[in-house]
Protein backbone atom coordinates (compact mmCIF):
# COMPACT_ATOMS: atom_id res chain seq x y z
CA UNK A 1 0.00 0.00 0.00
CA UNK A 2 1.67 3.44 -1.09
CA UNK A 3 0.93 5.89 1.91
CA UNK A 4 3.38 8.97 0.85
CA UNK A 5 1.63 12.08 -1.19
CA UNK A 6 1.57 11.58 -4.68
CA UNK A 7 1.59 13.76 -7.25
CA UNK A 8 -0.40 12.65 -10.48
CA UNK A 9 0.53 13.86 -13.73
CA UNK A 10 -1.91 12.64 -16.04
CA UNK A 11 -0.08 10.46 -17.70
CA UNK A 12 0.47 8.77 -14.55
CA UNK A 13 -3.18 9.31 -13.38
CA UNK A 14 -4.32 7.04 -16.67
CA UNK A 15 -1.90 4.33 -15.69
CA UNK A 16 -2.44 3.56 -12.34
CA UNK A 17 -6.39 3.95 -12.22
CA UNK A 18 -8.97 1.93 -13.45
CA UNK A 19 -10.85 2.76 -15.95
CA UNK A 20 -14.69 2.24 -16.01
CA UNK A 21 -15.80 -1.08 -16.32
CA UNK A 22 -18.46 -0.04 -20.13
CA UNK A 23 -16.48 2.69 -21.20
CA UNK A 24 -15.18 0.46 -24.63
CA UNK A 25 -18.57 0.42 -25.09
CA UNK A 26 -19.81 3.81 -23.79
CA UNK A 27 -17.12 5.07 -26.37
CA UNK A 28 -17.78 2.85 -29.18
CA UNK A 29 -21.73 4.42 -29.26
CA UNK A 30 -20.46 7.92 -28.96
CA UNK A 31 -17.82 7.28 -31.93
CA UNK A 32 -20.95 6.30 -34.06
CA UNK A 33 -23.01 9.28 -33.08
CA UNK A 34 -20.18 11.03 -34.23
CA UNK A 35 -19.59 10.06 -37.64
CA UNK A 36 -23.18 10.54 -38.34
CA UNK A 37 -22.21 14.33 -37.31
CA UNK A 38 -19.45 14.84 -39.30
CA UNK A 39 -21.79 13.63 -42.12
CA UNK A 40 -24.32 15.97 -41.60
CA UNK A 41 -21.69 18.89 -40.80
CA UNK A 42 -22.97 19.71 -37.54
CA UNK A 43 -21.02 21.25 -34.97
CA UNK A 44 -20.88 19.27 -31.56
CA UNK A 45 -20.19 20.65 -28.18
CA UNK A 46 -19.49 18.53 -25.59
CA UNK A 47 -21.15 19.79 -22.33
CA UNK A 48 -20.02 18.75 -18.72
CA UNK A 49 -22.05 19.20 -15.94
CA UNK A 50 -22.92 18.15 -12.34
CA UNK A 51 -20.63 17.25 -9.45
CA UNK A 52 -18.44 14.63 -9.48
CA UNK A 53 -17.84 12.23 -6.33
CA UNK A 54 -14.60 11.02 -4.19
CA UNK A 55 -15.09 7.65 -2.77
CA UNK A 56 -13.37 6.76 0.54
CA UNK A 57 -13.55 3.08 0.25
CA UNK A 58 -13.23 0.75 -2.51
CA UNK A 59 -16.33 -1.17 -1.59
CA UNK A 60 -17.99 2.61 -1.18
CA UNK A 61 -20.08 3.37 1.68
CA UNK A 62 -18.84 7.77 1.97
CA UNK A 63 -17.73 9.75 -0.24
CA UNK A 64 -17.23 13.56 -0.86
CA UNK A 65 -19.29 15.29 -3.06
CA UNK A 66 -20.11 19.22 -4.03
CA UNK A 67 -23.35 21.33 -4.54
CA UNK A 68 -23.90 20.92 -8.20
CA UNK A 69 -27.10 20.19 -9.40
CA UNK A 70 -26.33 20.32 -12.88
CA UNK A 71 -28.02 24.08 -13.84
CA UNK A 72 -25.68 25.64 -16.06
CA UNK A 73 -24.76 22.56 -17.80
CA UNK A 74 -28.18 21.08 -18.95
CA UNK A 75 -29.74 24.89 -19.30
CA UNK A 76 -26.64 25.25 -21.43
CA UNK A 77 -27.33 22.42 -23.95
CA UNK A 78 -30.73 23.00 -24.92
CA UNK A 79 -29.68 26.44 -25.71
CA UNK A 80 -26.45 25.10 -27.85
CA UNK A 81 -29.30 22.76 -29.31
CA UNK A 82 -31.25 25.92 -29.94
CA UNK A 83 -28.44 27.13 -31.67
CA UNK A 84 -28.01 24.23 -34.30
CA UNK A 85 -25.26 22.46 -32.18
CA UNK A 86 -25.15 18.88 -32.04
CA UNK A 87 -24.74 18.01 -28.07
CA UNK A 88 -22.95 15.39 -25.89
CA UNK A 89 -24.32 16.10 -22.85
CA UNK A 90 -22.15 14.17 -20.24
CA UNK A 91 -23.62 14.59 -16.42
CA UNK A 92 -23.56 13.63 -13.24
CA UNK A 93 -25.85 10.36 -12.81
CA UNK A 94 -29.40 11.82 -11.72
CA UNK A 95 -28.19 15.60 -12.05
CA UNK A 96 -30.31 18.05 -14.16
CA UNK A 97 -30.59 16.87 -17.41
CA UNK A 98 -32.00 19.80 -20.54
CA UNK A 99 -36.00 19.55 -21.00
CA UNK A 100 -36.92 17.48 -18.07
CA UNK A 101 -34.69 19.80 -15.37
CA UNK A 102 -38.19 21.72 -16.05
CA UNK A 103 -39.82 19.49 -13.93
CA UNK A 104 -37.18 18.69 -11.48
CA UNK A 105 -38.60 16.64 -8.79
CA UNK A 106 -37.49 19.50 -5.87
CA UNK A 107 -38.61 22.85 -7.47
CA UNK A 108 -41.64 21.87 -9.78
CA UNK A 109 -42.59 18.11 -9.40
CA UNK A 110 -44.00 16.73 -12.70
CA UNK A 111 -46.87 14.77 -10.58
CA UNK A 112 -48.29 18.57 -9.40
CA UNK A 113 -49.18 19.27 -12.96
CA UNK A 114 -50.93 16.68 -13.56
CA UNK A 115 -54.59 15.62 -12.76
CA UNK A 116 -57.06 12.43 -12.42
CA UNK A 117 -60.42 13.17 -14.48
CA UNK A 118 -63.54 10.58 -14.77
CA UNK A 119 -63.93 9.20 -18.48
CA UNK A 120 -67.43 8.00 -18.75
CA UNK A 121 -66.53 6.46 -22.29
CA UNK A 122 -63.88 4.12 -20.61
CA UNK A 123 -65.00 0.34 -21.00
CA UNK A 124 -63.52 -0.32 -17.06
CA UNK A 125 -64.10 2.83 -15.78
CA UNK A 126 -60.38 3.82 -15.36
CA UNK A 127 -59.65 7.41 -15.48
CA UNK A 128 -57.86 9.46 -17.59
CA UNK A 129 -54.91 11.48 -16.36
CA UNK A 130 -54.33 14.89 -18.00
CA UNK A 131 -52.18 18.34 -17.65
CA UNK A 132 -53.69 20.97 -15.86
CA UNK A 133 -55.28 23.86 -18.03
CA UNK A 134 -52.21 26.80 -16.40
CA UNK A 135 -49.12 24.11 -16.88
CA UNK A 136 -50.59 23.21 -20.60
CA UNK A 137 -48.73 25.92 -22.57
CA UNK A 138 -45.09 25.20 -20.66
CA UNK A 139 -45.15 21.47 -21.16
CA UNK A 140 -46.31 21.96 -25.07
CA UNK A 141 -43.43 24.09 -25.74
CA UNK A 142 -41.08 22.35 -24.01
CA UNK A 143 -42.47 18.68 -25.06
CA UNK A 144 -42.33 20.05 -28.66
CA UNK A 145 -38.40 21.08 -28.85
CA UNK A 146 -37.78 17.71 -26.50
CA UNK A 147 -39.51 15.11 -29.14
CA UNK A 148 -37.70 17.25 -32.29
CA UNK A 149 -34.69 16.81 -30.56
CA UNK A 150 -35.40 13.34 -29.82
CA UNK A 151 -36.15 13.14 -34.19
CA UNK A 152 -32.92 14.55 -34.98
CA UNK A 153 -30.57 12.48 -32.94
CA UNK A 154 -28.79 15.54 -32.10
CA UNK A 155 -28.43 15.06 -27.92
CA UNK A 156 -26.32 12.28 -26.71
CA UNK A 157 -26.14 11.60 -23.34
CA UNK A 158 -23.39 10.15 -21.20
CA UNK A 159 -23.07 9.24 -17.32
CA UNK A 160 -20.52 9.69 -14.84
CA UNK A 161 -20.51 9.43 -10.88
CA UNK A 162 -16.82 9.42 -9.50
CA UNK A 163 -14.36 12.44 -10.41
CA UNK A 164 -12.20 8.95 -12.20
CA UNK A 165 -14.97 7.93 -14.57
CA UNK A 166 -15.36 12.09 -15.38
CA UNK A 167 -11.51 11.62 -16.57
CA UNK A 168 -11.80 8.12 -18.47
CA UNK A 169 -14.74 9.83 -20.13
CA UNK A 170 -13.61 13.30 -20.86
CA UNK A 171 -10.00 11.52 -22.08
CA UNK A 172 -11.77 9.41 -24.54
CA UNK A 173 -14.53 11.65 -25.50
CA UNK A 174 -12.40 14.36 -26.38
CA UNK A 175 -9.94 11.81 -28.50
CA UNK A 176 -13.15 11.12 -30.61
CA UNK A 177 -14.54 14.46 -30.81
CA UNK A 178 -11.04 15.69 -32.41
CA UNK A 179 -12.20 14.29 -36.06
CA UNK A 180 -14.20 17.34 -35.77
CA UNK A 181 -11.11 19.67 -35.34
CA UNK A 182 -12.35 23.27 -34.77
CA UNK A 183 -16.20 22.27 -35.35
CA UNK A 184 -16.12 21.13 -31.60
CA UNK A 185 -16.48 22.86 -28.66
CA UNK A 186 -16.29 21.61 -24.89
CA UNK A 187 -18.27 23.60 -22.08
CA UNK A 188 -16.45 22.52 -19.20
CA UNK A 189 -19.26 23.05 -16.71
CA UNK A 190 -19.28 19.74 -14.48
CA UNK A 191 -17.70 20.82 -10.88
CA UNK A 192 -15.00 18.47 -10.89
CA UNK A 193 -13.33 17.46 -7.53
CA UNK A 194 -9.71 18.97 -6.98
CA UNK A 195 -8.76 16.62 -4.56
CA UNK A 196 -8.97 12.54 -4.92
CA UNK A 197 -8.17 9.39 -3.16
CA UNK A 198 -6.53 6.58 -5.27
CA UNK A 199 -7.63 3.15 -5.09
CA UNK A 200 -3.96 2.25 -4.05
CA UNK A 201 -4.48 3.95 -0.71
CA UNK A 202 -8.31 3.44 -0.35
CA UNK A 203 -9.62 0.98 2.06
CA UNK A 204 -11.29 -2.43 0.61
CA UNK A 205 -13.85 -2.26 3.05
CA UNK A 206 -15.90 0.72 5.17
CA UNK A 207 -13.60 2.27 6.90
CA UNK A 208 -15.06 1.24 10.99
CA UNK A 209 -15.26 3.76 13.66
CA UNK A 210 -14.02 3.74 17.23
CA UNK A 211 -10.67 4.96 17.04
CA UNK A 212 -10.75 8.06 17.26
CA UNK A 213 -10.21 10.91 15.01
CA UNK A 214 -10.02 10.16 10.62
CA UNK A 215 -7.25 11.66 8.70
CA UNK A 216 -7.62 11.26 5.50
CA UNK A 217 -4.46 12.53 3.45
CA UNK A 218 -5.61 13.03 -0.56
CA UNK A 219 -4.06 13.22 -3.79
CA UNK A 220 -4.83 16.24 -6.10
CA UNK A 221 -6.65 15.72 -9.70
CA UNK A 222 -3.97 15.89 -12.05
CA UNK A 223 -4.91 19.41 -13.88
CA UNK A 224 -5.59 18.08 -17.25
CA UNK A 225 -7.25 20.85 -19.49
CA UNK A 226 -3.24 20.73 -20.42
CA UNK A 227 -3.21 17.79 -21.12
CA UNK A 228 -6.12 17.74 -23.00
CA UNK A 229 -5.01 20.88 -24.96
CA UNK A 230 -2.02 19.46 -26.10
CA UNK A 231 -2.62 16.08 -27.08
CA UNK A 232 -6.22 15.02 -26.99
CA UNK A 233 -7.76 17.47 -28.71
CA UNK A 234 -5.45 20.38 -30.19
CA UNK A 235 -7.99 22.67 -32.44
CA UNK A 236 -11.48 22.26 -30.48
CA UNK A 237 -12.13 25.56 -28.84
CA UNK A 238 -12.44 24.61 -25.32
CA UNK A 239 -14.34 26.65 -23.00
CA UNK A 240 -13.75 25.79 -18.87
CA UNK A 241 -15.61 27.45 -15.86
CA UNK A 242 -13.88 28.53 -12.95
CA UNK A 243 -15.71 28.75 -9.70
CA UNK A 244 -14.54 30.89 -6.70
CA UNK A 245 -16.60 32.26 -3.51
CA UNK A 246 -13.96 35.23 -2.72
CA UNK A 247 -14.65 37.35 -5.90
CA UNK A 248 -11.34 39.01 -5.21
CA UNK A 249 -9.98 35.57 -6.92
CA UNK A 250 -11.90 35.36 -9.86
CA UNK A 251 -10.32 36.95 -12.70
CA UNK A 252 -6.40 36.05 -11.06
CA UNK A 253 -7.64 32.53 -11.37
CA UNK A 254 -9.34 32.67 -14.97
CA UNK A 255 -6.04 34.83 -15.80
CA UNK A 256 -3.98 32.36 -14.37
CA UNK A 257 -5.89 28.91 -15.94
CA UNK A 258 -5.28 30.38 -19.23
CA UNK A 259 -1.51 30.96 -18.84
CA UNK A 260 -1.55 27.61 -17.51
CA UNK A 261 -3.33 25.44 -19.90
CA UNK A 262 -3.15 27.69 -23.13
CA UNK A 263 -7.03 27.33 -23.68
CA UNK A 264 -9.59 29.65 -25.60
CA UNK A 265 -11.61 31.30 -22.86
CA UNK A 266 -12.55 30.72 -19.20
CA UNK A 267 -15.99 31.63 -17.66
CA UNK A 268 -15.41 32.46 -13.97
CA UNK A 269 -18.37 32.53 -11.73
CA UNK A 270 -18.89 33.34 -7.92
CA UNK A 271 -20.96 30.70 -6.41
CA UNK A 272 -23.68 33.18 -5.01
CA UNK A 273 -23.45 34.89 -8.40
CA UNK A 274 -22.99 32.74 -11.02
CA UNK A 275 -27.27 32.68 -11.97
CA UNK A 276 -26.79 36.68 -13.15
CA UNK A 277 -23.58 37.04 -13.27
CA UNK A 278 -20.50 35.46 -14.92
CA UNK A 279 -17.04 36.94 -16.92
CA UNK A 280 -15.36 36.05 -20.26
CA UNK A 281 -11.67 36.25 -19.64
CA UNK A 282 -9.39 35.39 -23.08
CA UNK A 283 -6.39 36.01 -23.72
CA UNK A 284 -6.30 39.08 -25.95
CA UNK A 285 -4.87 38.07 -29.11
CA UNK A 286 -4.59 42.35 -30.31
CA UNK A 287 -8.62 42.17 -31.53
CA UNK A 288 -9.41 43.77 -28.10
CA UNK A 289 -6.55 46.00 -27.08
CA UNK A 290 -7.45 48.01 -24.64
CA UNK A 291 -4.43 50.00 -23.15
CA UNK A 292 -2.25 48.28 -25.68
CA UNK A 293 -0.69 46.27 -23.13
CA UNK A 294 -3.24 43.98 -21.43
CA UNK A 295 -2.47 40.22 -21.82
CA UNK A 296 -6.22 39.38 -20.98
CA UNK A 297 -9.82 40.52 -21.82
CA UNK A 298 -12.51 40.41 -19.53
CA UNK A 299 -15.85 40.72 -20.54
CA UNK A 300 -19.08 40.88 -18.10
CA UNK A 301 -22.08 38.93 -18.95
CA UNK A 302 -24.83 39.67 -16.46
CA UNK A 303 -29.05 40.08 -16.46
CA UNK A 304 -31.17 41.34 -13.78
CA UNK A 305 -31.19 39.26 -10.79
CA UNK A 306 -35.22 39.73 -10.46
CA UNK A 307 -35.74 37.98 -13.44
CA UNK A 308 -33.90 34.69 -12.09
CA UNK A 309 -36.32 34.43 -9.36
CA UNK A 310 -38.36 31.02 -9.32
CA UNK A 311 -41.81 31.72 -9.23
CA UNK A 312 -41.67 34.98 -12.06
CA UNK A 313 -43.38 34.27 -15.31
CA UNK A 314 -40.70 36.00 -17.43
CA UNK A 315 -38.07 34.55 -16.40
CA UNK A 316 -34.45 34.94 -18.08
CA UNK A 317 -31.67 32.61 -18.03
CA UNK A 318 -28.20 33.91 -18.59
CA UNK A 319 -27.01 31.15 -20.50
CA UNK A 320 -28.97 32.01 -23.11
CA UNK A 321 -26.46 35.12 -23.43
CA UNK A 322 -23.94 32.56 -22.39
CA UNK A 323 -24.34 30.26 -25.31
CA UNK A 324 -25.31 33.12 -27.87
CA UNK A 325 -21.93 34.90 -27.19
CA UNK A 326 -19.54 31.92 -27.10
CA UNK A 327 -21.45 30.67 -30.72
CA UNK A 328 -20.17 33.97 -32.51
CA UNK A 329 -16.60 33.46 -30.85
CA UNK A 330 -16.80 29.71 -32.01
CA UNK A 331 -18.07 31.15 -35.57
CA UNK A 332 -14.74 33.56 -35.79
CA UNK A 333 -12.90 30.80 -34.39
CA UNK A 334 -13.34 28.35 -37.18
CA UNK A 335 -13.17 31.19 -39.36
CA UNK A 336 -16.74 30.57 -41.68
CA UNK A 337 -20.44 31.00 -40.94
CA UNK A 338 -22.43 28.32 -39.60
C1 LIG B 1 -18.85 25.94 -12.78
O1 LIG B 1 -18.25 26.89 -12.38
C2 LIG B 1 -20.35 25.93 -13.00
O2 LIG B 1 -20.76 27.15 -13.55
C3 LIG B 1 -21.14 25.65 -11.68
C4 LIG B 1 -22.63 25.53 -12.05
C5 LIG B 1 -20.65 24.34 -11.07
C6 LIG B 1 -20.95 26.79 -10.69
P1 LIG B 1 -24.81 24.45 -11.08
O3 LIG B 1 -24.47 23.05 -11.49
O4 LIG B 1 -23.42 25.26 -10.93
O5 LIG B 1 -25.61 25.17 -12.13
O6 LIG B 1 -25.45 24.51 -9.72
N1 LIG B 1 -18.21 24.77 -13.09
C7 LIG B 1 -16.79 24.57 -13.07
C8 LIG B 1 -16.23 24.30 -11.73
C9 LIG B 1 -14.88 23.65 -11.80
O7 LIG B 1 -14.71 22.66 -11.16
N2 LIG B 1 -13.91 24.16 -12.57
C10 LIG B 1 -12.55 23.70 -12.51
C11 LIG B 1 -11.83 24.46 -11.46
O8 LIG B 1 -12.34 25.52 -11.04
C12 LIG B 1 -11.82 23.96 -13.83
S1 LIG B 1 -12.42 23.05 -15.19
O9 LIG B 1 -10.74 24.01 -11.04
Known amino acids: MIT?????????????????????????????????????????????????????????????DNFSAGNRGATSAEYFLKAGYAVIFMHRQFSLQPFSRHYSHSTNPFLDMLEIEEDDNS??????????????AKLL???????????????????????????????????????????????????VSDFFLPKQKMSEHKIQSGKGNLSIEMDQVPKILKTMVDEWTRDGYIVSF????????????????????????????????RKFEVVFVTPNTGGHQTDGSAQYVETWVRIDPALTYPGIQQIKEIEEDIVDELVKRHTTWIGEPQ
Open 123 to 136: PDGTPRISVTPEKR
Open 141 to 191: KTLTVYKAVQASGTLFTLTFVTVNDYLWLLRAVSQELSVLRKKAMYYLAAA
Open 242 to 273: QLETDPELLIPKARAALERYGHQIVIGNDLHR
Open 4 to 64: EPTSFSAESYFATQSSPPNLGQEIQRVREWIQKQVAAGNRVVLVTSGGTTVPLELNVVRFL
